[in-house]
């Protein structure tokens, strides 16, 4: 069993910048690939970028390359999502998951835990 607990949301203005945390709990952190997705309002949760387990891979939504940077520090038992040049458009809850897996998926279902979520709200 793990427990995940994202930190970090908040509102900023067009072009700022926010680093989200999730800590897990549990002492097996570093057999599971990581994930941050998100979801806002009226539309579907979406992938927006993994870490594979001992942080070597890392993938991304075509939409944040760039401007998002995914981390781990399996020693600390977190994972981070730095988020620079942030839209409006990235405006949504942040929710961390974990898979107990050698890859990194990217679809929501593959993954085993999740976190309640933190909010990121965008102003233009």
């Known amino acids: 069993q793990v427990q995940l607990v994202e930190s970090g949301g908040g509102l900023v203005q067009a072009g700022g910048s926010l680093r989200l945390s999730c800590v897990a709990s549990?002492?097996?952190?570093?057999?599971?690939?990581m994930g941050w997705f998100r979801q806002a309002p009226g539309k579907e949760r979406e992938f927006v970028a993994g870490?594979?387990?001992?942080?070597?891979?890392?993938s991304y939504a075509d939409s944040v390359k760039g401007r998002f940077t995914i981390s781990r520090d399996n020693a600390k038992n977190t994972v981070y999502l730095q988020m620079n040049s942030l839209k409006p458009e990235d405006t949504a809850v942040y929710s961390c998951?974990?898979?107990?897996?050698?890859?990194?998926?990217?679809?929501?279902?593959?993954?085993?835990?999740w976190g309640q979520g933190t909010q990121v709200t965008v102003s233009s």
């Open positions: 998951a974990a898979d107990w897996a050698a890859v990194i998926h990217v679809s929501s279902e593959q993954y085993d835990y």
């Open positions: 549990g002492r097996t952190f570093s057999g599971y690939a």
């Open positions: 870490i594979s387990r001992r942080g070597g891979d890392t």
